[in-house]
């Protein structure tokens, strides 16, 4: 099989880029102060790259004439004015000779003879810790050093650990210990040069014969960015947070001395000085440092080969090792970060020609992120290699091609199966320090059986399949946990156990897809899809509510529907005591925004804006490499004042990519209308709503008082229109248009849509309304005395401080609330039948919630702005496709401000560290996960409500007579709030505890550093 069929050799590009590498070299932004007559590369028992030009340089007194001999080649040039060189000698056959290369100069200096050279292939090996680690740290060192001497390799090492530069370098600073020379692959050198690459080069020679030079330059725990030129990673805004100040790899420690992990200093001083040397090739092996932004790997490692060849002139052949097993990653919670990490560098393949890759899933370590095993990747890089000019070696993978799904079984067919897929035994240690599959709980797959496949139904939940090579490229798996298949994955986890191959004895590239939704015309009930479908990088679709309390039929409210949050639900989790940070639409969006409680990041009324130097939860996706769109109300706008006009609101426009308003009638909606907070509403409201539509149909501008019958009123429509002029159903036709814009787009995105509904004025189509019958509404029953042991200021929002609502209009406000809610959760639905449509779905994390709850009457008040726990409780549903999630509630308790790093984390991004939520993606594993201490701290004004699992403890600051007021719930035992607990004697031991907890919380909320202790 030819795996490089994409790579052509360049040697036209090269000579005609070579030519113009003196004008380059005089460009170095840093040249070097002392130059040699001839580069250090070039020294005795060096490599010169066979079959293509080879450029020979260095520095001399200006105007002085230099000449090369070398193999029957006599080249001569002349010094510029700043006394640089360059010359090119022809391409030369491979050989294993030992000649001399003379350098002369008229300006009557001696003669520079370097002997002992040789014709051959020239291969930089270059990466982090896997390739940087030498043989005599490696157990196998000792069984194979005696036979460790090769004279036809040699080895050149730059500096252990690497040489960082500010800007591009000439200078090459050599290993003390090979002093400052080419040196020959004898165990005195060997033991001291990369093992992977060691183990490459002795098995390259023995298949091909071919001299080799092996160039190492390296440094351990580096990410890409570190081996990326300036220009690269300033040219895309997706890798801004290398260079933001921010990055700790700019501050010297020692992990990271004079700073040499920062963004371009090991390219700078350790790749520039390399180029022009003629090279055959690369050998990589790197990955685990980027990790943590595993989406942007592909593009990251992408741009290095791409770099990299640009700096040489040519396209070398680029060959890379994909990350080998290895568990103890104890940041990711989801438990596949090295997978995401293997699925990028997969893609690379198809990204960027001239590349190729060794699979080692069998050579790993649980423990041991450095694998004893360095004589395989190695041996495996060298057939890549080996391959390039013979064509009978077979280095190929078998890959992932076509899946074929009929109920519960799956056919996968393969690529690359070099004569028949097969299955090896694999054994890898757990505990470190034992050679390799030979440690006492070393994990073991047997030959005869296949193992390291998974497949999910429509609920996403992945089970172990059992497998069988049923042809020389077909695998059917299935599991009879599983009735219908959706996705299938093989190899799937950071330390994956799994054993199919090729006949070649190459083992297989992990991977997941799913099931497209492409029927076979003449078999109805087989479905196929024919390639993987990765989703290194997530898309997110936040959907947020107004207004929103649990009134929903998946939070067991007993008369409000909701069919398509109860699906969203069933796919993912649902949180049943979520908590706003303020029960007011400005303050609590601005919290959720920016993970910090209002007392921190100072919004806290809808006036307050968000602080410029305070990043938003989108534009850490934004600074991230993704498109960020809004749709409506994310930050604050007023309802219906803003969606009259189509304002922006109170916007964070440094978090959108793009962003779209929503312009409609709102309350001037044509249908059936009433205040129902006015006597004798109908007639007087309709003719108010007659002169605003008539201004409005002839173009004038509306003046919108928020005071009158609209921001507060229980304004209800039951609207004689179609989607396309109700606030939602335009969210949700342009979200669906962006959906489908975005599904062609390989950029990620985090699209975020607001629906302004439930928040009134109650806007719905007839059908909503038609669903709730107004004398089936049910006011709650509300004693007497309910209020009695309530402080004055916890009742400014009482129906008859207030509203003064009648019974009557109470039943229609409720009709008009829970009409409202239906319509937005057919929104809702069409979003996600969207997703499934355009085959979203299962590379989108949705999340749903409201920015608060809202009152219906409960203790006789309504809407929002109390601390009771109808205004302060919140829906919350996150579903994230493709991992094993607890289905059904969660009853732990979260806080809106938790949602920014739990998105963060789930999408591999850092959330800042000043931000005061708490992630909590274990639970999204496990609904019963330990996250330590949590309750939830809400605010209103100068009063606050503490909520743990049990108890509600709210504090009413003192007004006019300087005297606090509390009132304490039994959150189990009186669930609805009836009986204040604050001044009883059996209770006083808890109020006193809950006084101190809630005293501490306000002022931790206070810094944008979110650290609690328990009192206790």
Not at 33 to 57: D, G, K
Not at 155 to 173: H, M, N
Not at 509 to 519: D, G, I, L, N
Not at 915 to 920: A, D, N, P
């Amino acid at each position: 099989m030819k795996i490089f069929h994409r790579f052509r050799r360049q040697v036209s590009c090269l000579l005609i880029i070579c030519s113009l590498l003196p004008a380059a070299l005089v460009a170095e932004s840093e040249p070097d102060p002392i130059e040699p007559r001839v580069h250090p590369l070039f020294s005795n028992r060096m490599v010169l790259q066979r079959n293509q030009p080879v450029p020979v340089w260095g520095h001399a007194s200006p105007g002085t004439e230099m000449t090369v001999e070398f193999g029957g080649q006599l080249v001569r040039t002349q010094t510029g004015s700043d006394g640089r060189w360059l010359l090119f000698l022809e391409p030369m056959k491979a050989s294993g000779e030992g000649r001399t290369l003379k350098i002369t100069d008229s300006s009557g200096e001696p003669d520079i003879e370097l002997v002992d050279v040789l014709v051959g292939d020239v291969w930089v090996c270059a990466g982090q810790s896997n390739m940087a680690q030498t043989m005599d740290r490696y157990l196998i060192w000792d069984k194979v050093k005696k036979g460790f001497t090769n004279p036809n390799i040699r080895l050149f090492k730059i500096k252990q650990g690497g040489v960082a530069r500010d800007g591009p370098s000439t200078e090459i600073v050599s290993d003390p210990f090979f002093k400052v020379s080419w040196q020959p692959c004898v165990p005195e050198f060997a033991a001291k040069f990369s093992a992977a690459a060691s183990f490459f080069g002795m098995e390259l020679e023995c298949l091909t014969g071919v001299p080799l030079g092996l160039l190492y330059a390296n440094r351990g725990a580096t990410s890409a960015s570190c081996w990326l030129p300036h220009e690269v990673l300033e040219g895309n805004p997706a890798y801004s947070r290398f260079l933001s100040p921010q990055n700790p790899n700019y501050t010297p420690s020692k992990f990271n001395p004079d700073a040499i992990l920062a963004p371009s200093r090991l390219y700078n001083g350790t790749i520039h000085p390399l180029a022009p040397f003629a090279i055959r090739g690369v050998i990589w092996y790197q990955g685990e440092s980027d990790s943590r932004w595993s989406w942007l790997y592909a593009d990251l490692f992408s741009d290095v080969i791409r770099s990299w060849r640009k700096l040489w002139g040519y396209d070398f052949p680029f060959l890379y090792v994909q990350l080998a097993p290895h568990a103890d990653v104890k940041w990711d919670n989801a438990g596949d970060v090295r997978a995401l990490i293997r699925e990028a560098q997969q893609q690379v393949l198809e990204d960027v020609p001239g590349t190729a890759m060794v699979v080692i899933t069998d050579a790993g370590e649980a423990e041991d992120i450095h694998p004893q095993a360095k004589d395989i990747p190695g041996k495996r890089l060298a057939r890549l290699a080996a391959s390039l000019d013979i064509e009978t070696i077979d280095a190929g993978f078998p890959s992932f091609k076509h899946l074929k799904v009929r109920g519960n079984r799956a056919s996968l067919r393969f690529d690359h199966v070099s004569g028949g897929l097969q299955t090896q035994r694999v054994a890898m240690n757990v505990e470190r320090g034992h050679f390799p599959g030979e440690g006492p709980d070393a994990v073991v797959a047997e030959a005869d059986t296949l193992v390291g496949f998974e497949v999910c139904g429509p609920d996403r939940v992945f089970h172990p399949a059992k497998a069988t090579i049923v042809l020389p490229d077909t695998v059917e798996v299935y599991s009879p946990d599983v009735l219908d298949v959706t996705a299938v994955r093989y190899g799937w986890a950071n330390f994956p156990l799994c054993n199919l191959y090729g006949g070649n004895g190459m083992p297989a590239s992990p991977f997941r897809t799913r099931v497209a939704e492409v029927a076979n015309k003449a078999d109805p009930g087989l479905v196929e899809v024919c390639e993987s479908l990765p989703v290194s990088k997530p898309n997110i679709l936040l959907i947020i509510a107004d207004d929103l309390n649990t009134a929903l039929s998946g939070y067991g409210h007993p008369q409000c529907k909701t069919p398509n949050l109860d699906r969203l639900a069933a796919e993912g989790t649902r949180f049943t005591r979520a908590y706003c940070q303020y029960p007011l639409c400005g303050p609590s969006r601005a919290s959720l925004m920016s993970g910090r409680y209002p007392l921190s990041n100072g919004v806290t009324d809808n006036s307050g804006v968000l602080k410029a130097d305070i990043p938003t939860l989108p534009q850490l996706f934004r600074e991230s490499g993704y498109w960020t769109g809004r749709v409506s109300k994310i930050f604050h706008m007023g309802v219906p004042g803003h969606i009259y006009t189509g304002d922006d609101g109170l916007d964070h426009p440094e978090s959108w990519t793009e962003r779209y308003n929503v312009s409609v009638m709102e309350a001037l909606t044509p249908g059936k209308a009433e205040d129902v907070m006015l006597e004798d509403s109908t007639p007087h409201y309709n003719e108010y709503r007659e002169k605003w539509q008539a201004v409005a149909g002839k173009g004038g501008k509306l003046f919108i008082n928020h005071g009158n019958h609209q921001g507060d009123d229980f304004v209800i429509v039951e609207a004689d229109v179609g989607d396309e002029q109700l606030a939602d159903g335009v969210a949700a036709n342009k979200t669906i248009e962006l959906l489908k814009e975005r599904a062609s787009d390989k950029e990620p995105f985090f699209l975020a849509v607001g629906f302004v509904r439930p928040h009134v004025p109650f806007v719905a189509p007839r059908r909503s309304f038609d669903r709730y019958p107004v004398d089936e509404m049910q006011v709650p029953e509300v004693s007497m005395d309910d209020l009695d042991d309530v402080p004055g200021s916890a009742k400014k929002r009482t129906n008859a401080a207030k509203f003064q609502l009648s019974e009557e209009a109470q039943r229609k406000s409720m009709r008009g609330y829970y009409a409202s809610v239906s319509y937005m959760d057919e929104q809702v639905g069409r979003l996600i039948d969207t997703l499934d449509t355009v085959g979203l779905r299962d590379s989108t994390i949705v999340v749903f919630l409201s920015d608060h709850g809202y009152h219906l009457g409960e203790h006789t008040m309504w809407q929002k702005l109390s601390l009771f726990e109808e205004s302060i409780r919140t829906p919350l549903i996150v579903s994230i496709p493709g991992q094993t999630l607890v289905n059904g509630k969660c009853a732990s308790i979260v806080e809106l401000i938790d949602i920014y790093p739990t998105i963060a984390e789930i999408a591999g991004l850092d959330a800042p560290e000043e931000i005061q939520g708490q992630s909590f993606v274990p639970l999204l594993k496990d609904a019963d996960a330990d996250l330590g201490h949590k309750d939830a701290l809400i605010q209103v004004g100068l009063d606050f409500c503490l909520r743990t699992s049990k108890w509600a403890f709210m504090r009413y600051s003192a007004r006019g007579d300087g005297i606090n007021e509390f009132m304490l719930y039994d959150m189990q035992e009186d669930p609805e709030q009836f009986t204040n607990l604050v001044g009883n004697r059996d209770y006083s031991e808890i109020e006193g505890f809950l006084r101190k907890r809630l005293e501490e919380r306000i002022q931790s909320a206070k810094t944008p550093v979110h650290s609690i202790k328990d009192p206790q």
